[in-house]
T-cell receptor, first 109, second 112 residues
């Protein structure tokens, strides 16, 4: 069955430290993978998608099909990065979306 | 201003009393979707719609109905709510699959 796993419910790092939010998936086809972010009191919003290979707010994510992973990374965490992060997989031509349980990132000063 | 609106934002109801949560978008998006968010489970897709009169089930459709009579509106209907439907509900819209979605502000539903 298709599944997205985010093993860490909470990740706490110091400002300026590197951060990696883990995401593993199981999917039989070619997945479309995304990272979403939800800042406090704000709506959920798309952060980045693997097909565009972009860097948003310093975050990058590489799809590793061998390890079925799509980890989100940032070399130097900032306090404003504190938020809830969701990894998601789209299937069915992109209409069906499966979300992971989310990881709360807390960046300490 | 481009937006997705949901009403009501908060609702407390009792088991079995039919309710509707409305969702409306002003961006002429073809694709709309409903999710529920529960602690430890993340977001789970309830239903989605590719266009007017075209809807399909997501991962957790049981106990829910939807309709898409107009492009801008995608109401979520609970015919006979039960306590296990207590959750935070989000509506989202986008131009199409894989495009950046706009999420609504959420509706917090409590079923007693």
């Amino acid at each position: 069955a298709q599944r997205v796993t985010q093993p860490e419910k909470l990740l706490s790092v110091f400002k300026g430290a590197p951060v990696e939010l883990k995401c593993n998936y199981s999917y039989s086809g070619s997945p479309e993978l995304f990272w979403y972010v939800q800042y406090s009191r704000q709506r959920l919003q798309l952060l980045l998608r693997h097909i565009s290979r972009e860097s948003i707010k310093g975050f990058t994510a590489d799809l590793n099909k061998g390890e079925t992973s799509f980890h989100l990374k940032k070399p130097f965490a900032q306090e404003e990065d504190s938020a809830m992060y969701y990894c998601a997989l789209s299937e069915g031509g992109g209409f069906k979306t499966i979300f992971g349980a989310g990881t709360r990132l807390f960046v300490k000063a | 201003e481009a937006q997705v609106t949901q009403n009501p934002r908060y609702l407390i109801t009792v088991t079995g009393k039919k309710l509707t949560v409305t969702c409306s978008q002003n961006m002429n998006h073809e694709y709309m979707s409903w999710y529920r968010q529960d602690p430890g489970l993340g977001l789970r897709q309830i239903y989605y719609s590719m266009n007017v009169e075209v809807t399909d089930k997501g991962d957790v459709p049981e106990g829910y109905k939807v309709s898409r009579k107009e492009k801008r509106n995608f109401p979520l209907i609970l015919e006979s709510p039960s306590p296990n439907q207590t959750s935070l509900y989000f509506c989202a819209s986008s131009l199409g699959p894989g495009t950046s979605p706009f999420f609504g502000p959420g509706t917090r539903l409590t079923v007693l």
